[in-house]
């Protein structure tokens, strides 16, 4: 196989992730994010790189959003959700992370691949991408091009890009307010 097919049909995995997104939950993700006072986010490993994507997407928008582990991520509380990633399923970690959120009265969202796992049975609201994790990634289950959960973490991005166009539609911020935002420190 070739780059070019290679790159085709990784590109063709990602798009098909996504394009199967229930358009509700995407709808429910923007609903919740544009009421919460404070957002944290959190994710492990490749998926918590994509989560910190989304969480500085988010500050561009201008909503209160920390990445857990940061020296400023504020606690949360009531009012506020923490978004937290487990394309497999659960992680130790998130699901400790949920307990913490929970007991403090904040609402969890869970982005995964596996909506019966338990971070996102524990969580208030689940956005399903449906793609290929470290769950699913050996055997006869195994089907993406992509190692591991690449292709997951690769649909992600996409959709985490299309909640935030979403979410400036519903918020009314322009391309420009998001720009303004953007770091001058590079």
Request: include cysteine; hydrophobic fraction near 50%.
């Amino acid at each position: 196989m070739t780059l070019s097919d290679l790159a085709a049909r990784a590109a063709g995995e990602i798009r098909d992730a996504v394009a199967a997104i229930d358009p509700a939950a995407l709808q429910g993700m923007v609903e919740e994010l544009a009421q919460a006072r404070r957002i944290v986010c959190y994710g492990v490993g490749r998926e918590g790189l994509m989560m910190r994507a989304l969480a500085m997407r988010l500050y561009h928008m201008g909503l209160d959003a920390h990445v857990v582990g940061d020296m400023s991520c504020p606690p949360v509380g009531p009012g506020d959700l923490l978004v937290v990633s487990a394309g497999p399923g659960g992680f130790s970690t998130v699901e400790g992370l949920i307990g913490v959120a929970r007991k403090a009265g904040a609402r969890v969202a869970c982005v995964t691949a596996q909506p019966q796992g338990p971070a996102p049975r524990a969580a208030d609201r689940v956005f399903l991408i449906p793609a290929q994790t470290m769950a699913n990634d050996q055997g006869a289950a195994a089907t993406s091009v992509l190692p591991m959960g690449s292709l997951f973490e690769g649909a992600q991005y996409l959709a985490f890009e299309l909640l935030i166009l979403s979410l400036r539609d519903h918020l009314g911020v322009t391309p420009e307010a998001m720009r303004a935002r953007h770091t001058n420190l590079e």
